[in-house]
Nanobody, 124 residues
Framework: QVQLVESGGGLVQAGGSLRLSCAAS????????MGWFRQAPGKEREFVAA????????YYADSVKGRFTISRDNAKNTVYLQMNSLKPEDTAVYYC?????????????????WGQGTQVTVSS
């Protein structure tokens, strides 16, 4: 069982930066690939980024590639999403997710556990 708590959301102007954190409980955090998803008002939840259980592989949606960076610190049971050059279209609730299976690469991550979400609002 993995419990996830996101933090770091807020209001930022276009072009600014934010870093989201996702703290996980459970001794097996380091065994799970992790991902970030987002959901804007009136839209479906979409994939943003994922990282393998070891941190050696990362994957990004085309819309954030080159602007966002996912990383993890297994010693701190935490995964991060550094978001730079933010745009108004990045406005959404951002969710942290753990893969449904252990030792995944992160590619095609299927969430088995979700956090409660954190709001990111980018003003123009």
């Amino acid at each position: 069982q993995v419990q996830l708590v996101e933090s770091g959301g807020g209001l930022v102007q276009a072009g600014g930066s934010l870093r989201l954190s996702c703290a996980a409980s459970g001794r097996t955090f380091s065994s799970y690939a992790m991902g970030w998803f987002r959901q804007a008002p009136g839209k479906e939840r979409e994939f943003v980024a994922a990282i393998s259980w070891s941190g050696g592989s990362t994957y990004y949606a085309d819309s954030v590639k080159g602007r966002f960076t996912i990383s993890r610190d297994n010693a701190k049971n935490t995964v991060y999403l550094q978001m730079n050059s933010l745009k108004p279209e990045d406005t959404a609730v951002y969710y942290c997710a753990a893969d449904q299976s252990i030792l995944g690469s992160g590619s095609g991550l299927v969430p088995g556990y979700w956090g409660q979400g954190t709001q990111v609002t980018v003003s123009s």
